[in-house]
């Protein structure tokens, strides 16, 4: 299971008590970082979510209100004398910003910071619990989308009828990976005698700051999860256009295109206070929908 803490939710400015993009996304093993507005270490402290944990992030592009907190979280983790590995998935021009900030400040980080360019669509991180793809977007400068998709494809032993038909423990990974068993005998005990299909294979798809592109509806098809910019309401349509963004039409549309389980909006415009609005119209196309308010957690 994924779990998804929504740690900031408005646009470049923040306002009303709600802060820059970012999300914490965690599965039994890895703590993942998407996107880091600034703030995002105080997020982090009110929802207690401990730094030392997160060992990825992931930067969709190099609008401020989407990494103006990295740097900052950065050097918290150095002063904490992190020793494990940060890995950074990110819009290639990022190093140079963050090895000119490190320079002028005369600092070392007594970590490794490992830094993975992003650029053609497919597979960036290959983690023990999930494969994560990035993705093309339609904004103003280059942004990318992503998917975590959670590795789930063993099949899950029947106990009693592993015992009945005498199959020693020590084969019980290979009945996972849907091998059959032969015994001493030579009779094969085919493998869906005694393994039933595993668990469902979650997958949460995160659209960036973008405008409606159809070609996005299959990068993040039958997703469990997606979460989709709105930065403004259906009134706004031509605005939302000329600045590369998103209605709560353009959300649904690709929620209901592609088959989504849910739909979470955010990336709220400082123009509006209450959001009330967001929820109706986007519920009007595509029913299962939520507000992305700080601090909830979203069980996929
Ligand atoms: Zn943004
Ligand atoms: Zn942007």
């Not at 880091?36 to 730094?51: D, I, N, R």
């Not at 509806?217 to 349509?237: A, F, G, H, P």
């Not at 000329?242 to 709220?268: E, N, P």
Request: charged share 20%; aromatic share 10%.
């Amino acid at each position: 299971m994924l779990a998804l803490t929504i740690l900031g939710s408005n646009s470049a400015i923040a306002a009303f008590g709600r802060n820059p993009t970012s999300q914490l996304l965690q599965t039994n093993e890895d703590f993942l970082l998407i996107d880091c507005g600034e703030g995002t270490q105080m997020q982090m402290s009110k929802f207690k979510v401990k730094k030392s944990k997160i060992n990825h992030i992931f930067i969709s592009h190099l609008h401020g209100d989407h990494y103006f907190g990295l740097v900052g979280l950065i050097s918290s983790m150095a002063l904490q004398n992190r020793s494990n590995d940060l890995h950074l998935y990110a819009p290639p021009p990022l190093k140079d910003i963050i090895d000119l900030q490190l320079k002028v400040a005369d600092a070392t980080l007594p970590f490794n910071l490992l830094f993975h360019g992003l650029g053609e669509d497919g597979v960036i991180a290959d983690l023990p619990t999930l494969t994560v793809s990035s993705f093309k977007v339609c904004h103003r400068i280059d942004c990318w989308g992503f998917k975590f998709k959670e590795k789930t494809n063993l099949r899950s032993i029947v106990p009693a009828r592993a015992k009945a038909y005498e199959i020693p423990p020590d084969f019980y990974s290979r009945l996972q990976s849907g091998e059959d068993y032969v015994n001493a005998k030579g009779t094969i005990i085919p493998n869906d005698q005694v393994t039933v299909e595993g668990p469902h294979a979650s997958q949460y798809a995160y659209c960036a700051d973008t405008k409606f592109h159809k070609s996005i509806v299959e990068c993040v098809k039958n997703s469990d999860l997606i979460y989709y910019e709105t930065t403004y309401l259906k009134d706004r349509q031509e605005l939302a256009e000329s600045r590369y963004h998103s209605t709560t039409v353009d959300a649904a549309s690709v929620a209901k295109a592609a088959k989504a389980g849910k739909l979470i909006i955010g990336h709220f415009s400082s123009k509006y206070e209450q959001l009330e609005n967001f929820l109706t119209e986007t519920k009007e196309i595509f029913t299962n929908t939520e507000l992305a308010i700080e601090g909830t957690c979203f069980k996929i």
